[in-house]
């Protein structure tokens, strides 16, 4: 068992360990509805711990929601059944410049203390023979978030998929967004927030990154 002061310092570093969301080989042998009701109970007892009167009427369903909300909702991208199908289609516009989608709702959590990550995505690529349904894109960026999340393996998970399913190294994916565990907890700064890029193929070039990052720097419609 770690020493506790050394867990609390890696999970204030946000030090991850791998590109893959850690995941045990038994994950997904129970179903949505074993977990949840697991879930509805340990969480009850954490209530009860902090000393909560589960007998009145604005607390006695808090378990129970938090348990179906955890597993359907926001927690929902743990489970490969869930990732939406990366639709793509023959490139017969023979578009061959930069397409943005940007300003993509993050709403994610902390991996490390279990509080919201809240923010944006803004993804780009550059076509080939293949393009993607625009709604495509938003679905991916919000079923990598809704997991147990941190934000420099996120924007990766994001750009791996999109790369393979485009069949092209031409992605960038970035994130800005607001760490609840940095606000609301530790040091309570209010005003920061962090960004994140990952980026492959032409985005090398800084001319062409550059390009990217003043589209996504407009202000929104």
Excluded at 86 to 110: P, R
Excluded at 134 to 161: C, F, G, T, W
Excluded at 174 to 192: E, N, P, W
């Amino acid at each position: 068992m770690k020493d506790k002061e050394q867990i609390t310092i890696t999970g204030d570093n946000h030090i991850s360990t791998s590109v893959n969301t850690p995941l045990r080989a038994d994950a997904f042998e129970k179903t949505d509805a074993e977990k949840i009701e697991n879930i509805q109970h340990h969480f009850k007892m954490i209530m009860e711990e902090l000393g909560l009167d589960l007998t009145d009427d604005s607390l006695s369903g808090t378990p129970y929601r938090v348990a179906k909300m955890y597993v359907k909702e926001l927690f929902y991208g743990l489970d490969p059944k869930n990732k939406p199908k990366l639709s793509t289609f023959d490139n017969k516009y023979g578009y061959k410049k930069m397409l943005v989608e940007q300003h993509i709702t993050i709403d994610s959590a902390c991996e490390h203390h279990f509080l919201p990550i809240i923010g944006y995505a803004h993804v780009g690529y550059i076509p080939t023979d293949k393009v993607i349904g625009l709604s495509k894109i938003n679905r991916l960026v919000d079923y990598y978030a809704r997991r147990p999340q941190v934000q420099e393996r996120l924007v990766l998970q994001i750009l791996n998929d999109l790369q393979d399913a485009l069949g092209t190294q031409d992605v960038i994916v970035s994130v800005t967004a607001k760490h609840l565990c940095v606000s609301s907890r530790g040091i309570k700064d209010q005003s920061s927030y962090t960004t994140t890029l990952e980026y492959g193929g032409r985005f090398t070039d800084p001319a062409t990154r550059q390009e990217f990052l003043n589209i996504v720097a407009q202000e929104t419609l």
